[in-house]
Every structure is written in C-alpha cells, then in structure tokens.
C-alpha cells in the first residue's frame, strides 16, 4: 500500500490562541519532525477564538500543507475545550499535543512516540530544566506538581506540560471539562492506563506573552478537589459524605450526652447560659452530620441515574482474550 493511502496513524494536536508570531517557524519545525517519522500523519491547529490574526496564518499554513486541519472556535473557551476538540477531531492511533508558544520542542515528538512503543499508554514530558521565571512560575508550579502527585498517586513531575503522547484508547474513556486538561494523567491513571514521563527540550518564550498567571493557583486547587474526588468516589459518593456526616454527627452526639450527664452530676456547674455555647455547638453538629449523610444518599441516587441511564459501565477493559472454540 502507498504511503499517502495508509490509514493516518499518527495525529499532532496543537491549541493556539493568539500566537500569530510562533505559527509559522512552530510548523515549519512540526513538519520537520514528522517527516523523519515513518507514520502517515496529521497536523491539527485549534484556534481558541485567537484576536491577533493566527487565523490568518493557520489559513496560509492550511493552503500550503494537506495534513493541516484547522478547528476554529467561534470564542474563546479555553485549552481543554481546545484538547477536546482536537482529540474528538483527530483520525491518529497515537496523538501528541504540545503548545504553539515554540517553548516545547517539534524534535521530542520522535522520542515520545518511540517511549509509547515500549509498551506505554501515555508519555508525559518533563520539562526538567524550564526556562520560565522562578518565582512567578517554577515555584508555583513546584508546589503544585508537589501537591497533584501526593494526593492523585501519580508519579510525574510535571502536570502542567502539553507536551503528551497518547494512545487513541484512552482519551477516547476521558471526557474533559472546565480547565481539567493539566489532570489527564491522572484521569487516564484511574482508567488503568500505563504512565510514565520523559524528560524534553524546553525553550523561552521568544515571541508574545504567556497566558497563566498566580490567578490560576485558585482554578488548579479547586479543580484538583474535583480530581480527588472523580478518583475516588465518583461512584460512591455516601463514603465521603457519609463519613463526614458521621464523624460530625457522632461529635455533636459526644458533646450533648457529655452536657446531659453534667447536668445530673454536678447540676451547680452546669447552668444553661454555661452549657449553651456547648449545646447549641452538639446540635449544630448533629444537624450538620444529617445533612451530609442526605447529601450522600441524593449523590447515590444521581450516580446510579447516571450510570444507569447511560448505560454507562464502571469499568474499563483494557483487552478480551478468549480461546477460540471448535466449530
């Protein structure tokens, strides 16, 4: 078969948003990079609702090169929705993403790609020596590398790099939302996917300005609580909110019974503006335990409508091997 009529095996997605400076050395190294590569590929531009003019130069990149696909955004919605779009988009068994800034290097794909052979399901790049400012962001990102590998169990150093090798298997069992794309490790992790990290090549940034700030501390913390949460009781929910209930409502319970026996005991040192505070505290906590068992069992009744509705299963198969049967 020719090589211009193989299935396309292998599928860059890269999401722009303002980079109209980078575009056209970023994909003059991509197209570099690929044709050392064995595989018939595709180059897929997100336009994240770009206002600098990159859609002006992914139209001449386009015009230029068949492999090019160009997604366009009506606005802009952000790099997961701009991930989503190029994994639901691409035709590749093998995806790799990396961002339009020329800070992740076209060169590593050849070596993601040959790491995922191996025997991987994912291959993240580690950007061992970043060259980004130090506190505005190596220390933030230190801290919250530090904080996303204790509480997901995922060993990688680097979340927060674009630079990924994927097999089409398992981004196709994960569905992104909010700003949920720096957690795909983990995400695959809980699907059972082999992880492992390479260090890559990482450049400064030469032309245009970042998009992340601290402000993101915030977003990344609340969207690591969703994580936790996905991981591990997305379908049990009454194990967190029952437990918390529990404790609490098991507390206030302590606290009442510890108010009532004073009163019999030593009835001179338990006067109700004394004991109060105390109580009003042992109801509080009583009625808020309550809640978070109710709260647990709403999260039961929508987990099961989900699951159920959908016919969507709690598990997933990596492989079926079944000896064949005589006829």
Not at 141 to 163: E, K
């Amino acid at each position: 078969m020719d090589r211009d009529e193989k299935p396309i095996e292998l599928s860059v997605i890269v999401p722009v948003y303002n980079e109209s400076g980078n575009l056209p050395e970023l994909h003059r190294q991509i197209r570099a990079a690929l044709d050392r590569l064995r595989y018939r590929s595709e180059v897929l531009y997100v336009d994240d609702g770009s206002t600098d003019g990159s859609d002006r130069v992914l139209d001449e990149i386009a015009e230029s090169d068949p492999s090019v696909t160009v997604i366009r955004f009506r606005r802009n919605f952000g790099q997961t929705a701009a991930l989503s779009a190029g994994f639901d988009y691409a035709q590749g068994q093998v995806l790799v993403t990396l961002d339009a800034d020329l800070q992740n290097d076209p060169a590593d794909i050849e070596r993601l790609v040959e790491k995922l052979n191996e025997g991987y399901d994912l291959v993240s790049g580690w950007r061992k020596r970043r060259q980004d400012g130090f506190f505005l962001r190596k220390v933030p990102s230190w801290l919250a590398n530090r904080l996303i590998r204790r509480m997901t169990g995922v060993p990688i150093h680097d979340f927060g790099c674009t630079l990924k090798a994927y097999r089409r298997e398992v981004v196709e069992n994960i569905r992104l939302y909010g700003e949920l794309h720096r957690f795909i490790p983990a995400l695959a992790h809980w699907v059972g996917a082999r992880i492992t990290e390479l260090p890559v090549n990482h450049r400064p940034r030469t032309w245009g300005r970042s998009k992340y700030g601290l402000s993101r501390t915030i977003r990344v913390l609340l969207d690591l609580i969703t994580i936790r949460f996905l991981m591990g009781f997305s379908t049990r929910p009454i194990q967190v909110f029952g437990r918390i209930g529990l404790y609490t409502g098991f507390l206030g319970f302590l606290i009442c019974a510890w108010l009532s026996v004073g009163k019999f005991v030593a009835p001179e040192r338990y006067s109700l503006l004394q004991r109060l505070p105390m109580l009003l505290l042992g109801i509080l906590l009583i009625l808020v335990g309550v809640q978070f068992i109710s709260m647990g069992l709403l999260g039961e009744l929508m987990t099961r409508t989900y699951h159920e509705s959908q016919d969507k299963p709690i598990y997933v198969v990596r492989e079926v091997i079944r000896r064949s049967e005589s006829p």
